[in-house]
């Protein structure tokens, strides 16, 4: 399986995320709390089931302040939803057509919006749910996947696909289901 390289320093880079820089910054550094929580070093392999097709992806980072920021982030489940955030934002760029261009209100089901990424105007062209767990068993996992997919149905007027990123970090792993 070949695997894509995935720098998480790219959350930083608005034109490559859609995210505001400071938002980017924060994600990035969230995310490398959760992952070096784990024990996992960059470089770390991380295996994503997209539509049922296993993708290989190797993670890098590169913090110089990570184990201060480990120090300072101890709200583990805020720490891992705003990490698994950083993950899934990274993976739709890497693995589909879309970035994300703007956060969603709560009564739409949905954590974000999306774009094409050729799009030259922010018109909504795809809808993002994300959830995260630092350790998750199997049934569970796939139990919360049937769980986000049945939460986006909350904006299936917009007509739009829904994806949905499940990230698990002690392994670490990501669900991605496009709906």
Same mark, same amino acid.
């Given at each position: 399986?070949r695997r894509? /390289?995935?720098?998480?320093?790219? &959350? ?14 924060? &994600? ?12 996992? /070093? ?16 190797? &993670? ?29 934002? &990274?993976?739709? /760029? ?19 919006? !999306? ?11 795809a809808r ?8 998750? /068993? ?10 986000? !997919? ?9 007509? !739009? ?19």
């Amino acid at each position: 399986m070949r695997r894509k /390289k995935i720098n998480i320093s790219d &959350l930083k880079d608005r034109k490559k995320t859609g995210i505001p820089t400071g938002t980017g910054a924060f &994600l990035a550094e969230i995310t490398i709390v959760c992952l070096e929580n784990e024990e996992h /070093k960059s470089g770390t392999k991380m295996t994503v089931n997209y539509d049922n097709e296993d993708h290989g992806c190797i &993670l890098f980072w590169h913090d110089p302040e990570s184990e201060f920021s480990r120090f300072f982030h101890q709200d583990i489940d805020e720490a891992t939803q705003f990490g698994a955030t950083g993950v899934a934002i &990274l993976l739709i /760029k890497a693995l589909t057509p879309f970035k994300v261009v703007q956060r969603s209100y709560k009564t739409t089901g949905i954590d974000y919006w !999306l774009v094409s990424k050729k799009s030259l105007v922010f018109q909504k062209a795809a809808r993002l749910e994300i959830s995260g767990n630092r350790r998750e /068993k199997r049934s569970s996992y796939r139990s919360r996947v049937a769980q986000k !997919l049945e939460q986006t149905k909350q904006s299936d007027s917009t007509n !739009l696909p829904a994806f949905i990123v499940v990230v698990e970090f002690s392994t670490p792993k990501a669900r991605m289901v496009r709906r």
